[in-house]
């Protein structure tokens, strides 16, 4: 059986979630964080009918979350060791192969050398070990955030980060899509280019563009004046329009409003992302920054996940982090 990385709306046997930990980190962030994660847990295993798998980082992480979400049904508490909470790309991808459930993992350097944080490159065993899946490690470096898949062997990724000499230096696209088709099953990638400004993930494709259906994908369409974003966002539909998938379909780009310009504190606009919702067993949540815009964008996903209700929730201190709910998230597929 050749290994296959499902679809995000394919049914999940848990959902692994990291939990801020770590004070020095997120310093005056941490309680707001925290909450903004107990609210997604919460959402996740009530209406979003999933299995959480909280993993926190560190002791006094640990007593938060007990304290903030040890009595939620169906939230099982994973004390672990990472960096932070990033673990759509510091934990292994999940997929389907002649094991069932199997574990795909790479190598890790802090978003091409920026954060380099204690055990966040033991994240993928550690969190392969406690789900019982084998793990296969693989000696490139990519990060869960950078890929979007179908289901059906099509990746959606962008030149800008995993073609970035800070990664595997010299790599070309026939390099990259090699190496896709081994690990994860490729047979046909998109290439998109540029992703958001002030990114640290170097234009993460999960903050650009995202497949919400077979031969469908999801790309901002920029918001008020000034949005940051307006050319890339653009530039991955005239992109996409233009792709066919792995089973030959012409892709169907749909636009959803952006939460537009957000300041950070040095403002600057950082890289808030509707696209960084999670899909979830019976709910899709989106992460909201400010309130119309955001309405919006689950009214349109709405539209999109008719069988699954979408819940907005607030992702404002996360995204002090540097990502949101998709980022802190991996899903462990069903068998």
């Excluded at 199997?102 to 978003?111: I, K, L, Q, S, V």
């Excluded at 065993?125 to 000696?139: K, V, Y």
């Excluded at 901002?220 to 089973?247: E, K, Q």
Aim: net charge negative; proline share 7%; hydrophobic share 40%.
């Amino acid at each position: 059986m050749r290994f296959t990385v499902p679809a995000e709306w394919a049914p999940h046997r848990a959902m692994w979630l990291g939990f801020p930990s770590h004070a020095d980190l997120w310093e005056t962030d941490l309680e707001a964080a925290q909450e903004e994660v107990a609210a997604l847990a919460r959402a996740l295993a009530g209406p979003g009918g999933e299995t959480v798998r909280l993993m926190t980082g560190h002791p006094d992480g640990e007593a938060a979350a007990r304290r903030m979400l040890g009595d939620v049904p169906n939230v099982e508490i994973v004390p672990g060791r990472f960096g932070d909470i990033w673990l759509r790309d510091t934990g292994p991808i999940f997929g389907l192969g002649e094991q069932g459930v199997e574990a795909r993992g790479f190598r890790f350097n802090g978003w091409g050398g920026k954060y380099d944080l204690e055990h966040d490159d033991t994240v993928a065993e550690q969190i392969a070990t406690a789900s019982g899946a084998p793990l296969r490690a693989f000696p490139f470096i990519l990060e869960g955030g950078a890929v979007d898949h179908d289901g059906e062997g099509t990746v959606l990724t962008t030149g800008q980060c995993v073609l970035n000499p800070n990664r595997n230096a010299g790599w070309t696209e026939a390099e990259a899509e090699a190496a896709f088709a081994e690990a994860l099953g490729a047979n046909t990638v998109i290439w998109l280019g540029e992703g958001l400004q002030n990114d640290h993930t170097d234009g993460h494709v999960d903050n650009l563009a995202r497949f919400v259906a077979p031969g469908v994908v999801a790309v901002p369409v920029a918001w008020g004046r000034g949005d940051p974003n307006a050319d890339a966002y653009d530039d991955a539909a005239r992109r996409l329009a233009s792709a066919t998938d792995a089973a030959g379909r012409k892709i169907q780009v749909v636009r959803i409003p952006s939460p537009g310009w957000v300041e950070g504190d040095d403002g600057r606009a950082i890289p808030a992302s509707h696209m960084n919702f999670l899909i979830a067993n019976k709910a899709v949540v989106v992460p909201v920054y400010e309130e119309r815009p955001g309405q919006l964008a689950v009214q349109a996903l709405e539209t999109l996940f008719p069988d699954r209700q979408v819940i907005g929730l607030p992702s404002v201190a996360i995204l002090t982090g540097g990502g949101s709910f998709h980022c802190i998230t991996q899903q462990e597929p069903a068998r």
